[in-house]
């Protein structure tokens, strides 16, 4: 019995670790796609707005 019930905490434990760092690892992929999108969004806008610029200089 004590053995049946040690070992059923010890699953119940490695369970816990491995959905914990799942969702952890899930977590962190969607964040980082959602604020890649915004960087990447934003940083395209800098590089229109500089091109513009150049292009009015050179005209």
């Known amino acids: ?17 491995l959905v914990s760092g799942a969702a952890a690892a899930g977590t ?16 395209d806008k800098v590089e229109s707005t500089v091109v513009t610029s150049i292009d009015k200089f050179r005209n």
Do not use: H, N, S
Request: net charge positive; charged share 15%; proline share 3%.
């Open 1 to 17: 019995m004590i053995p049946q019930l040690i070992a059923g905490i010890g699953l119940v434990t490695i369970t816990f670790e």
């Open 28 to 43: 962190g992929y969607g964040l980082g796609r959602k604020y890649g999108r915004k960087l990447c969004t934003a940083l």
